[in-house]
T-cell receptor
Framework: RKEVEQDPGPFNVPEGATVAFNCTYSNSASQSFFWYRQDCRKEPKLLMSVYSSGNEDGRFTAQLNRASQYISLLIRDSKLSDSATYLCVVKGYSTLTFGKGTMLLVSP | EAGVAQSPRYKIIEKRQSVAFWCNPISGHATLYWYQQILGQGPKLLIQFQNNGVVDDSQLPKDRFSAERLKGVDSTLKIQPAKLEDSAVYLC????????????FGPGTRLTVL
């Protein structure tokens, strides 16, 4: 089992759609969880951290289920500018392990 | 605040040649990381430095890859000799001292090995 597994993409959605990304991780000792965004030919940038209580940042909602070792990201009211690859990231003590990423393409 | 700087941005070499990449982290960041990102994959950690000491190099192919951070600031990553499968983007990231701090990535060096 891979350390961090994500939905294979790409996801093609129209503007205004709601889209959900799923991620599972294998190391139950993982301490922190994140979603990063990576635009084409750019570096990854932190989108948001993920907490067990769930957290929301505008149109973005992240959830963590430690028992199931599952992480999700929900994007509501998709914008063209949301088109990017979304990377699920799991942190041990100080190192990050990245999933392969799921590409999102939002079309007019 | 200036971000993580990397150079060169692009490099094309032939297999068996050597190449070196340079990274200048955000000022004051004690921790520095080198990642390899192959097309279609997420970044994979190669090596982590804390100041000028190596914390984790378990995934660094030490027969051909080397890295140093002599004065605890800038770092270089070298590949000698390069193989076709080394074609990737090499990303440098840095973090302030606390493990809860965010990692910030540089723009990367895109390496093509022919």
């Amino acid at each position: 089992r891979k350390e961090v597994e994500q939905d294979p993409g790409p996801f093609n959605v129209p503007e205004g759609a709601t889209v959900a990304f799923n991620c599972t991780y294998s190391n139950s000792a993982s301490q922190s969880f994140f979603w990063y965004r990576q635009d084409c030919r750019k570096e990854p940038k932190l989108l948001m951290s993920v907490y067990s209580s769930g957290n929301e940042d505008g149109r973005f909602t992240a959830q963590l289920n430690r028992a199931s070792q599952y992480i999700s990201l929900l994007i509501r009211d998709s914008k063209l500018s949301d088109s990017a690859t979304y990377l699920c990231v799991v942190k041990g003590y100080s190192t990050l392990t990245f999933g392969k990423g799921t590409m999102l393409l939002v079309s007019p | 605040e200036a971000g993580v700087a990397q150079s060169p941005r692009y490099k094309i070499i032939e297999k068996r040649q050597s190449v070196a990449f340079w990274c200048n982290p955000i000022s004051g960041h004690a921790t520095l990381y080198w990642y390899q990102q192959i097309l279609g994959q997420g970044p994979k950690l190669l090596i982590q430095f804390q100041n000028n000491g190596v914390v984790d190099d378990s995934q660094l192919p030490k027969d051909r890859f080397s890295a140093e951070r002599l004065k605890g600031v800038d770092s270089t990553l070298k590949i000698q000799p390069a193989k076709l499968e080394d074609s990737a983007v090499y990303l440098c990231a840095s973090r302030a001292l606390a493990v809860t701090d965010t990692q910030y990535f540089g723009p990367g060096t895109r390496l093509t090995v022919l």
